[in-house]
T-cell receptor
Framework: QKEVEQNSGPLSVPEGAIASLNCTYSDRGSQSFFWYRQYSGKSPELIMFIYSNGDKEDGRFTAQLNKASQYVSLLIRDSQPSDSATYLCAPRTGNSGGYQKVTFGIGTKLQVIP | EPEVTQTPSHQVTQMGQEVILRCVPISNHLYFYWYRQILGQKVEFLVSFYNNEISEKSEIFDDQFSVERPDGSNFTLKIRSTKLEDSAMYFC?????????????FGAGSRLTVL
């Protein structure tokens, strides 16, 4: 079983629509969940993180976490062409000594059509 | 805004040659990471480093790879004898110490092409 599973896409949405990106993870020890955005040829860039069950909103972005179902999602409202990128789901694991590691999924490629 | 700096941005090398990729993490960060991304594939964890030693390494990080922090500011990844399959983008990342959802900050990456 893959540690992080995402639909690689592409997911195409019209400009102004809501884009919904989903991710499941296998490690129940995952403590926090990061969503990174990666433009082609560039490094991952943090969009937002969530560590409690429920929803977390930040501008046009809403992250949703359900630890019982091992599921995390990212909603992008009012999608813009500049949102076209690959979105990486990244659970974080660690230990009580402070060590942490982020594991990336394959990412979902989002295309926002003008 | 503080950033992680990587050099070189692109290196072309012949198979079997040694390569050193350099990273300057954010100054107050204590944890350091190398990830790699083969073209079209996912970002893969290679190794993490803290307190001058490796904290964890993946099965990718075999004897051909090594890391060190030679001078308190640079963090390097060495590949002793490059193979064609080492061609990838290599990302350095760092984070500060402490509890909470600490963010890994990534550098812009070093693209390695092995011919």
């Amino acid at each position: 079983q893959k540690e992080v599973e995402q639909n690689s896409g592409p997911l195409s949405v019209p400009e102004g629509a809501i884009a919904s990106l989903n991710c499941t993870y296998s490690d129940r020890g995952s403590q926090s969940f990061f969503w990174y955005r990666q433009y082609s040829g560039k490094s991952p860039e943090l969009i937002m993180f969530i560590y409690s069950n429920g929803d977390k909103e930040d501008g046009r972005f809403t992250a949703q976490l359900n630890k019982a179902s091992q599921y995390v999602s990212l909603l992008i409202r009012d999608s813009q062409p500049s949102d076209s990128a690959t979105y990486l789901c990244a659970p974080r694991t660690g230990n009580s000594g402070g060590y942490q590691k982020v594991t990336f999924g394959i990412g979902t490629k989002l295309q926002v059509i003008p | 805004e503080p950033e992680v700096t990587q050099t070189p941005s692109h290196q072309v090398t012949q198979m079997g040659q040694e390569v050193i990729l350099r990273c300057v993490p954010i100054s107050n960060h204590l944890y350091f990471y190398w990830y790699r991304q083969i073209l079209g594939q996912k970002v893969e964890f290679l190794v993490s480093f803290y307190n001058n030693e490796i904290s964890e390494k993946s099965e990718i990080f075999d004897d051909q790879f090594s890391v060190e922090r030679p001078d308190g500011s640079n963090f390097t990844l060495k590949i002793r004898s490059t193979k064609l399959e080492d061609s990838a983008m290599y990302f350095c990342a760092s984070r500060s110490q402490g509890s909470g959802a600490n963010v890994l900050t990534f550098g812009a990456g070093s693209r390695l092409t092995v011919l």
